[in-house]
Protein backbone atom coordinates (compact mmCIF):
# COMPACT_ATOMS: atom_id res chain seq x y z
CA UNK A 1 0.00 0.00 0.00
CA UNK A 2 3.10 2.47 0.95
CA UNK A 3 5.52 1.08 -1.40
CA UNK A 4 7.44 4.24 -2.90
CA UNK A 5 6.43 6.06 0.39
CA UNK A 6 9.33 7.31 2.53
CA UNK A 7 8.56 7.81 6.40
CA UNK A 8 10.45 9.54 8.73
CA UNK A 9 9.70 8.54 12.46
CA UNK A 10 11.50 10.37 15.01
CA UNK A 11 12.12 9.22 18.37
CA UNK A 12 11.86 5.74 16.44
CA UNK A 13 14.96 3.59 18.41
CA UNK A 14 12.54 2.16 21.03
CA UNK A 15 8.80 2.16 22.23
CA UNK A 16 6.26 3.88 19.98
CA UNK A 17 7.79 5.02 17.56
CA UNK A 18 9.70 1.77 16.56
CA UNK A 19 6.47 0.05 16.68
CA UNK A 20 4.89 2.69 14.35
CA UNK A 21 7.98 2.70 12.33
CA UNK A 22 7.97 -1.49 11.73
CA UNK A 23 3.93 -1.24 10.72
CA UNK A 24 4.64 1.61 8.15
CA UNK A 25 7.54 -1.44 7.02
CA UNK A 26 5.12 -3.90 6.67
CA UNK A 27 2.97 -1.73 4.56
CA UNK A 28 6.07 -1.21 2.40
CA UNK A 29 7.28 2.05 3.36
CA UNK A 30 10.81 3.54 3.35
CA UNK A 31 11.93 3.89 6.61
CA UNK A 32 14.30 6.56 8.30
CA UNK A 33 14.54 6.02 11.81
CA UNK A 34 16.04 8.71 14.83
CA UNK A 35 16.73 8.55 18.28
CA UNK A 36 19.95 7.92 21.00
CA UNK A 37 21.44 4.12 21.59
CA UNK A 38 21.76 1.41 19.60
CA UNK A 39 20.66 1.50 16.14
CA UNK A 40 21.68 -1.89 14.31
CA UNK A 41 18.40 -3.95 16.39
CA UNK A 42 15.70 -1.20 15.25
CA UNK A 43 16.90 -1.45 12.00
CA UNK A 44 17.12 -5.23 11.76
CA UNK A 45 13.51 -4.98 13.53
CA UNK A 46 12.20 -2.83 10.87
CA UNK A 47 13.38 -4.44 8.16
CA UNK A 48 12.19 -7.88 9.14
CA UNK A 49 8.70 -6.23 9.64
CA UNK A 50 8.93 -5.31 6.05
CA UNK A 51 9.23 -9.31 5.07
CA UNK A 52 8.34 -9.41 1.40
CA UNK A 53 9.15 -5.67 0.44
CA UNK A 54 12.39 -4.23 -0.52
CA UNK A 55 12.51 -1.64 1.94
CA UNK A 56 15.27 1.03 2.70
CA UNK A 57 15.98 1.77 6.34
CA UNK A 58 18.31 5.21 6.82
CA UNK A 59 18.93 6.58 10.42
CA UNK A 60 19.83 10.05 11.74
CA UNK A 61 20.65 10.83 15.00
CA UNK A 62 19.48 14.73 14.91
CA UNK A 63 19.00 16.15 18.65
CA UNK A 64 15.70 16.92 18.26
CA UNK A 65 16.05 19.51 21.02
CA UNK A 66 18.25 21.29 18.46
CA UNK A 67 16.73 23.06 14.88
CA UNK A 68 19.92 22.87 13.03
CA UNK A 69 20.18 19.10 13.69
CA UNK A 70 16.79 18.92 12.35
CA UNK A 71 17.56 20.61 9.30
CA UNK A 72 20.67 18.43 8.77
CA UNK A 73 18.03 14.90 9.15
CA UNK A 74 15.50 16.81 6.76
CA UNK A 75 18.33 17.63 4.24
CA UNK A 76 19.49 14.34 4.25
CA UNK A 77 15.70 12.72 3.64
CA UNK A 78 15.69 14.81 0.37
CA UNK A 79 19.53 13.84 -0.66
CA UNK A 80 19.26 10.06 0.37
CA UNK A 81 15.26 9.68 -0.30
CA UNK A 82 13.73 12.04 -2.45
CA UNK A 83 11.89 13.69 0.55
CA UNK A 84 9.68 12.75 3.37
CA UNK A 85 6.02 11.67 2.39
CA UNK A 86 4.52 10.62 5.87
CA UNK A 87 6.67 12.15 8.83
CA UNK A 88 5.47 11.03 12.70
CA UNK A 89 6.39 13.49 14.73
CA UNK A 90 7.15 10.49 18.13
CA UNK A 91 9.97 11.90 20.26
CA UNK A 92 9.18 13.09 23.63
CA UNK A 93 10.45 13.48 26.69
CA UNK A 94 8.96 13.33 30.09
CA UNK A 95 9.84 15.03 33.78
CA UNK A 96 7.43 15.18 36.84
CA UNK A 97 7.16 17.90 39.36
CA UNK A 98 4.29 20.23 40.79
CA UNK A 99 4.79 23.35 39.15
CA UNK A 100 6.28 25.41 41.77
CA UNK A 101 9.34 22.88 41.74
CA UNK A 102 9.56 22.34 38.25
CA UNK A 103 13.32 23.13 36.80
CA UNK A 104 12.71 25.74 34.11
CA UNK A 105 15.47 24.04 32.25
CA UNK A 106 13.43 20.74 32.18
CA UNK A 107 10.45 22.50 31.18
CA UNK A 108 12.76 24.24 28.11
CA UNK A 109 13.72 20.77 27.15
CA UNK A 110 10.25 19.21 27.64
CA UNK A 111 8.65 22.15 25.06
CA UNK A 112 11.42 21.66 22.89
CA UNK A 113 11.57 17.86 22.29
CA UNK A 114 7.84 17.29 22.65
CA UNK A 115 7.13 20.44 20.72
CA UNK A 116 9.13 23.01 18.87
CA UNK A 117 10.33 19.64 17.16
CA UNK A 118 7.39 18.76 15.36
CA UNK A 119 7.48 22.54 14.40
CA UNK A 120 10.51 22.14 12.40
CA UNK A 121 10.26 19.10 10.97
CA UNK A 122 6.78 20.09 9.64
CA UNK A 123 7.84 23.13 7.74
CA UNK A 124 10.82 21.17 6.27
CA UNK A 125 8.39 18.36 5.19
CA UNK A 126 5.09 20.59 4.06
CA UNK A 127 6.55 22.22 0.48
CA UNK A 128 7.23 18.73 -0.90
CA UNK A 129 4.47 17.62 0.24
CA UNK A 130 2.53 20.08 -1.71
CA UNK A 131 4.42 19.72 -4.81
CA UNK A 132 3.68 15.88 -4.84
CA UNK A 133 0.17 16.61 -3.69
CA UNK A 134 0.25 14.04 -1.27
CA UNK A 135 1.97 13.67 2.30
CA UNK A 136 0.87 12.69 5.47
CA UNK A 137 1.83 14.36 9.36
CA UNK A 138 0.89 12.17 12.00
CA UNK A 139 1.69 13.58 15.26
CA UNK A 140 2.01 11.91 18.50
CA UNK A 141 0.35 13.71 21.07
CA UNK A 142 -1.28 11.79 24.22
CA UNK A 143 -4.31 11.76 26.44
CA UNK A 144 -2.39 14.59 28.17
CA UNK A 145 -3.24 16.50 24.97
CA UNK A 146 -6.69 16.30 25.87
CA UNK A 147 -6.66 16.13 29.49
CA UNK A 148 -4.39 17.13 32.29
CA UNK A 149 -2.82 14.93 35.15
CA UNK A 150 -0.99 16.78 38.21
CA UNK A 151 2.88 17.16 37.99
CA UNK A 152 2.89 17.53 34.49
CA UNK A 153 2.69 20.94 33.61
CA UNK A 154 5.28 21.12 30.96
CA UNK A 155 4.32 17.74 29.29
CA UNK A 156 0.48 18.51 29.38
CA UNK A 157 0.92 21.83 27.76
CA UNK A 158 3.51 20.55 25.51
CA UNK A 159 0.95 17.68 23.66
CA UNK A 160 -1.95 20.37 24.07
CA UNK A 161 0.01 22.76 22.35
CA UNK A 162 0.60 19.85 19.57
CA UNK A 163 -2.85 19.02 19.69
CA UNK A 164 -3.59 22.56 18.30
CA UNK A 165 -0.22 22.82 15.77
CA UNK A 166 -1.72 19.63 14.24
CA UNK A 167 -5.44 21.48 13.81
CA UNK A 168 -3.40 24.19 12.15
CA UNK A 169 -1.11 22.17 9.70
CA UNK A 170 -4.77 20.33 8.77
CA UNK A 171 -6.47 23.70 7.63
CA UNK A 172 -3.41 25.05 6.15
CA UNK A 173 -3.40 21.90 3.83
CA UNK A 174 -7.17 21.27 3.75
CA UNK A 175 -7.67 21.88 0.04
CA UNK A 176 -4.46 19.53 -0.86
CA UNK A 177 -3.46 15.79 -0.65
CA UNK A 178 -1.74 16.28 2.21
CA UNK A 179 -3.11 15.70 5.71
CA UNK A 180 -2.17 15.97 9.66
CA UNK A 181 -3.88 14.66 12.51
CA UNK A 182 -2.77 13.51 15.68
CA UNK A 183 -2.82 10.22 17.58
CA UNK A 184 -3.48 10.42 21.90
CA UNK A 185 -2.33 7.29 23.35
CA UNK A 186 -3.04 6.66 26.95
CA UNK A 187 -1.02 4.29 28.52
CA UNK A 188 1.78 2.49 26.45
CA UNK A 189 4.23 0.12 28.08
CA UNK A 190 7.07 2.29 26.78
CA UNK A 191 10.78 2.44 29.22
CA UNK A 192 9.44 5.74 29.55
CA UNK A 193 6.39 4.43 31.50
CA UNK A 194 8.45 1.23 32.84
CA UNK A 195 10.33 3.94 34.43
CA UNK A 196 7.09 5.69 36.50
CA UNK A 197 6.28 2.22 37.14
CA UNK A 198 9.35 0.77 38.41
CA UNK A 199 9.53 4.53 40.51
CA UNK A 200 6.02 4.18 41.83
CA UNK A 201 7.26 0.57 43.19
CA UNK A 202 9.64 1.80 45.27
CA UNK A 203 8.33 4.92 46.64
CA UNK A 204 5.19 2.68 48.01
CA UNK A 205 6.99 -0.37 48.55
CA UNK A 206 4.73 -2.79 46.84
CA UNK A 207 5.13 -5.29 43.14
CA UNK A 208 5.84 -3.93 40.13
CA UNK A 209 2.79 -5.37 38.92
CA UNK A 210 0.70 -4.16 41.52
CA UNK A 211 2.78 -0.61 40.84
CA UNK A 212 1.30 -1.21 37.37
CA UNK A 213 -2.48 -2.19 38.22
CA UNK A 214 -2.38 1.07 40.08
CA UNK A 215 -1.18 3.09 37.31
CA UNK A 216 -3.33 2.07 35.13
CA UNK A 217 -6.49 1.80 37.41
CA UNK A 218 -6.16 5.34 38.24
CA UNK A 219 -6.63 6.63 34.16
CA UNK A 220 -7.34 3.95 32.32
CA UNK A 221 -10.76 1.77 32.67
CA UNK A 222 -9.94 -0.60 29.80
CA UNK A 223 -6.81 -2.16 32.98
CA UNK A 224 -4.91 -2.59 29.08
CA UNK A 225 -1.92 -1.31 28.15
CA UNK A 226 -2.13 0.31 24.49
CA UNK A 227 0.80 -1.61 21.82
CA UNK A 228 2.80 0.06 19.80
CA UNK A 229 1.58 -2.14 17.29
CA UNK A 230 -2.34 -0.86 17.67
CA UNK A 231 -0.34 2.57 17.14
CA UNK A 232 1.18 1.91 14.04
CA UNK A 233 -2.20 0.51 12.82
CA UNK A 234 -4.05 3.65 13.13
CA UNK A 235 -1.10 5.27 11.50
CA UNK A 236 -1.04 2.73 8.95
CA UNK A 237 -5.17 3.60 8.52
CA UNK A 238 -4.17 7.35 8.54
CA UNK A 239 -2.31 7.14 5.19
CA UNK A 240 -4.66 5.31 3.79
CA UNK A 241 -7.28 6.69 1.22
CA UNK A 242 -9.60 5.74 3.20
CA UNK A 243 -8.36 8.38 5.45
CA UNK A 244 -8.39 11.37 2.84
CA UNK A 245 -10.70 13.60 4.67
CA UNK A 246 -9.67 12.79 8.06
CA UNK A 247 -7.94 15.93 9.08
CA UNK A 248 -7.48 17.59 11.77
CA UNK A 249 -8.12 15.25 14.41
CA UNK A 250 -7.01 13.78 18.10
CA UNK A 251 -7.56 10.69 17.95
CA UNK A 252 -7.71 9.23 21.43
CA UNK A 253 -6.73 5.21 22.04
CA UNK A 254 -6.62 5.61 25.58
CA UNK A 255 -8.72 2.37 26.72
CA UNK A 256 -11.60 5.10 27.65
CA UNK A 257 -9.28 7.67 29.97
CA UNK A 258 -10.76 10.42 28.09
CA UNK A 259 -14.24 8.85 27.87
CA UNK A 260 -14.56 9.16 32.20
Given at each position: M?N??TAL?T?S?S???L?I???L??????I???????????????????K?H??K??Y??????????????MA???????G???L???????F?A?????PP??W????A????????T???A???????N???????A????????A???A???????L????K?????T???G????????????????QK????R???E???V??????L???????L????????G?LA??L??????N??G??W??D??????
Amino acid sequence: MLNGKTALVTGSTSGIGLGIACQLAAQGANIILNGFGDVDAPKAEVLAAAKAHAIKVGYHGADMSKPAEIEAMMAYAAADFGGVDILVNNAGIQFVANVEDFPPEKWDAIIAINLSSAFHTTRLAIPSMRAKNWGRVINLASAHGLVASAGKSAYVAAKHGLVGFTKSVALETATTGVTANAICPGWVLTPLVQKQIDARAEREGITVEEAQKGLLGEKQPSLQFVTPQQLGDLAVFLCSPAADNIRGVAWNVDGGWVAQ
